[in-house]
């Protein structure tokens, strides 16, 4: 009996596996429709935000992102060439923006994935430091683990199985 009582619990437990976790990819793109003009020693700040895109703050796990920025030149008169700075959060994680590229993929911060995992957003801003151009698009690519939320009657009645197994197990034990 205490055989087919401890099988019956493992098979509860594996059957509770409703919150295993799931290796998800969240993408949000923004895009500047139509492409914003950034200009001399200006700059241009958005927020990506992937909770549209079912990330759940502090249920989902994101443990990378990738941002690729679209900015090209205005190809303005007297055009001497652009320096973009591209600002995220945290200290370290402000990059120069490559133009001879059509995109450029920015790492990440150790900031911007804490927001990402408290808020389920990163700020990002767009600096001229020299030059103008104009800002296509941004996208964000966070790389996790998506965790299911356990349902509550079937945790309920997993631990009531249990508990009423250790008692069976206790009263056959002390007879």
């Not at 911060?109 to 801003?125: E, P, Q």
Request: glycine share 10%.
């Amino acid at each position: 009996m205490l055989k087919r009582l401890l099988l019956a619990g493992l098979i509860l437990v594996f059957w509770s596996g409703a919150a295993l976790a799931t290796p998800m990819t969240w993408v949000d793109t923004y895009d500047a429709n139509p492409d914003h003009l950034i200009g001399w020693y200006s700059s241009y700040s958005y927020t990506h935000d992937i909770t549209d895109n079912g990330f759940t703050p502090l249920q989902d796990l994101a443990f990378s992102y990738t941002l690729s920025i679209g900015l090209y030149d205005d190809r303005g008169f007297l055009d001497l060439g652009e320096i973009a700075v591209i600002s995220q959060p945290g200290i370290l994680a402000d990059t120069t923006y490559n133009f001879d590229y059509s995109n450029n993929d920015i790492g990440f911060s150790i900031a911007g994935l804490l927001s990402v995992n408290l808020l389920g957003t990163v700020d990002v801003k767009i600096q001229s430091w020299y030059g103008d151009f104009y800002f296509d698009y941004s996208t964000l690519t966070v790389k996790g683990e998506d965790f299911a939320p356990v349902p509550e009657p079937g945790t309920i009645i997993l631990l009531g199985a249990g508990l009423a197994g250790l008692a069976l197990y206790r009263r056959r034990k002390e007879s």
